[in-house]
């Protein structure tokens, strides 16, 4: 499972796991997948590897325990749940501002057992949670709107989108699976008919939203994709970092990082187009050195640079 897909897996059985401890008379699988926007195959899945998580020792009595009977779930939570916690001002404020992103999750349920817990705890730090400012990234409030309605109703959607690696815009319908965070950034899994396959989005990126007419099948299992996939045509370059640029390890897909000593490192990027590659060594300037790299990808930063200064010198760089 890549980094995004685990990331979704984990936000949705935090929202899940109390909503259905809370109803002892279980909850149906359909309808779970329904308010949870999960296929059945996926939520099993998810399960199966929740009744391995618990606390050391690690007794049946310390792991959560997930029933699946007569095609309902039921969950019994560990009794390391039922411990007070001591915590401190600031592991408090931590986990109310944890909890509350987690409410943002779909599905999640606004009055149950984990939204009063962290009203409680609101109270006991005298914090007022609606001014606690969750931020899940800089996506466009209508276009998640039109993205989840259109999930929920198996409808195809026409973007507008603009493509930061090739720096162009470009429109194209997309038949949308579902939608995730990770990493300060929403994203939406989809098929798109331009590209002809399985394509994940970046929401903040999408100029324009609007939902058809066309409605289609879901596949039965939601296509696990990450936010970006190297295959092994597309070009690498190698760049040698400044300290104060080792933030491109953290950012970007890296296949090899060798340590340089006073904090440089040597890194191999995968370049998913040239543009790409241009804005980040423009960015990134004397801080960085290409080692290697393709032909087509040679003097990729000083031509971007020349042609800046060449629009500054036009004029145009004060417009």
Same mark, same amino acid.
Request: with cysteine; aromatic share 6%.
């Given at each position: ?129 609606? #001014? %606690?400012?969750?931020? !899940? /990234? $800089? ?5 998640? *709107?039109?993205?989840?309605? =259109?999930? &929920? +109703? ?124 241009? #804005? %980040?060594?423009?960015? !990134? /300037? $004397? ?5 290697? *790299?393709?032909?087509?990808? =040679?003097? &990729? +930063? ?18």
């Amino acid at each position: 499972m890549t980094r995004a897909g685990a990331t979704a897996s984990v936000e949705r059985m935090l929202c899940l796991l109390p909503y259905v401890a809370a109803r002892p008379e279980g909850v149906p699988i359909d309808d779970l997948c329904g308010r949870f926007d999960v296929p059945r195959a996926r939520l099993l899945a998810d399960l199966d590897i929740v009744q391995l998580v618990g606390v050391a020792p690690y007794t049946p009595d310390l792991l959560v325990e997930v029933v699946v009977e007569d095609d309902r779930v039921f969950v019994h939570l560990p009794l390391a749940f039922d411990r007070p916690l001591r915590l401190t001002p600031d592991e408090g404020l931590a986990l109310l501002a944890a909890g509350r992103s987690v409410l943002a999750v779909p599905g999640a349920d606004p009055d149950g057992p984990l939204a009063r817990a962290l009203a409680k705890l609101a109270a006991v730090l005298d914090v007022d949670p609606d #001014r %606690l400012d969750i931020d !899940l /990234g $800089p996506a466009e409030a209508d276009n998640l *709107a039109v993205l989840h309605d =259109a999930i &929920a +109703g198996h409808r195809r959607v026409h973007l507008r989108y603009y493509g930061y690696g090739r720096d162009e815009s470009s429109e194209r319908d997309v038949d949308p699976h579902r939608l995730f965070h990770d990493q300060g950034h929403w994203y939406l899994a989809a098929h798109c008919h331009l590209a002809g396959g399985d394509r994940v989005f970046r929401v903040d990126r999408i100029e324009s939203a609007a939902a058809t007419d066309v409605t289609f099948v879901p596949p039965a299992e939601t296509p696990v994709l990450g936010a970006f996939r190297p295959t092994p045509d597309d070009p690498r370059v190698t760049l040698e970092l400044d300290p104060s640029v080792r933030w491109v390890l953290e950012q970007y897909p890296t296949e090899d990082v060798t340590e340089l000593g006073d904090g440089r490192a040597r890194v191999t990027l995968v370049v998913a187009a040239r543009p790409w590659l241009e #804005r %980040l060594l423009v960015r !990134l /300037g $004397p801080r960085a050195v290409v080692v290697e *790299a393709p032909t087509e990808l =040679a003097g &990729a +930063g000083s031509a971007a640079a020349a042609r800046i200064l060449a629009r500054y010198a036009d004029g145009e760089g004060g417009r």
